[in-house]
């Protein structure tokens, strides 16, 4: 089957974009394997930063979380946050993720979230056994590193300039939303 993006087609915005809104089990028909083993993390990490836009576009908090397989370099999961879209409190981006993701041997994967991981994400990350997070923003939001350190999984910083302006833009505009998402602090109205 001919794909869209394969070893010739260079990794663009466009790309990343056309990989951030496609549903995970139909990217084979999107892009081949030689396609998927040129991405890089700044690539991966870009695909989160833009599912966190597609986050704040629907009015929610803007993180999003890839998971790649360590092996085949493949995307196996991926999510943004929904809890305003979905009234629900813990669909962060990372849950999304890893629901997308399903039952699988997390200890093989690497996951990249565009904001440091809040404790529940953390703990969850830590509880299904990733071997690797990658963070694409310490700035706005951070602490919960040492914590995935200290239980045994690898912690690479890599901040994305877009991600860090987006969720410093989305701070200021919706500073209740913040709190509640990130600290679970829910503002009485």
């Not at 836009?53 to 009015?59: A, L, N, W």
């Not at 969720?167 to 600290?183: G, N, V």
């Amino acid at each position: 089957m001919k794909t869209l993006l394969h070893e010739q087609t260079p990794v663009t915005e466009h790309a990343l974009n056309a990989i951030a809104h496609m549903p995970t089990k139909s990217l084979p028909m999107l892009m081949n394997n030689d396609f998927t083993q040129g991405l890089t993390d700044a690539d991966f990490m870009r695909i989160a930063v833009l599912l966190a836009q597609k986050s704040y576009d629907e009015g929610g908090c803007p993180i999003g979380a890839v998971i790649v397989n360590n092996a085949s370099n493949t995307i196996v999961g991926k999510g943004h946050n929904t809890l305003v879209q979905e009234n629900h409190p813990y669909n962060h981006g990372e849950t999304s993720a890893i629901r997308d993701a399903g039952r699988i041997d997390f200890s093989r994967t690497t996951i990249y979230t565009s904001l440091s991981p809040c404790s529940v994400c953390a703990t969850l990350i830590q509880m299904r056994g990733f071997s690797r997070v990658v963070v694409g923003d310490v700035t706005n939001a951070s602490g919960t590193q040492d914590f995935l350190k200290e239980n045994k999984v690898h912690v690479d910083i890599l901040e994305d300039q877009y991600g860090i302006a987006l969720y410093a833009r989305f701070r200021l505009e919706k500073p209740e939303q913040d709190l509640e998402d990130w600290q679970g602090i829910r503002s009485p109205n």
